[in-house]
């Protein structure tokens, strides 16, 4: 597969509210094993695309820490600063592609486990269709609840639960940065095709692509990336 006509676009400029600070340090920078979480993913894409194709969108008041962990490793990735909101901090990142055509892929640097067959899945639905997101089946039951009583059940079988990376090409992105309504808050970019009444794919998910949410999930991070991540 050909992927130089691909950029990704490393969100790791989030504040970690529900996780919290450790060592004044957002959950994006915490160690597992010696290496950060950021590392574990930059590292897998790193194996499919080169410096030059990645943006890493960065936390504004922990930069110096951002610079060291790049001078660290020898990164010769972009860095740009993020926003208050997700979509904030994409937007930045994207503004940086001059280009009108190609692809872009979009990752949360708070799941690690990524690899490479997941990569191309995306990948591949992102070519045939413009916008491609991986996601995995609901194992539970879903409500909907409202001042703590139910008012409906969900369909199970039709809920999916949405991961990264999501890609999409460049020009259905600006589009969808030029009509959807930016003032509503959106916790992916699939949504704010959706809101323009843009198709967006889906295909498989991984289980153990899990993210880094609460401080909670870094015992089962760590113990998945001990067992599925492919150094
Ligand atoms: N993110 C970002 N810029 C923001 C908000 C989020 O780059 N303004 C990134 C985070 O760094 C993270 C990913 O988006 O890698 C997923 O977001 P989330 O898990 O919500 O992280 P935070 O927003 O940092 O956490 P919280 O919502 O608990 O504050
Ligand atoms: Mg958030």
Redesign the pocket.
Known sequence: MSYNNFFLIL?????????GLKNNT???LWKIDHKQILWYSLNIFRKIFSDEQIII?Y?KDFEKKFIHFLKKYNIKTKLVP?????Q??VRNAFSLIEKNKGYVLIH????PIINRALIERVISGTKKYGACIPVIPVSDTVKIVEDNFVIQTLQRDKLGLVQTPQGFSIKLLKKAFEKADFTKEY?DEASLLEQIGEKVHTVQGEKYNL???FPEDLIIIKSFIRQYYEF
């Open positions: 969100l790791a400029s989030g504040v970690g509210k529900r996780a957002p959950k994006q969108t936390t993020g926003g208050d909101r997700r904030d901090s949360d640097s708070a799941r916790t993210k880094l949410t």
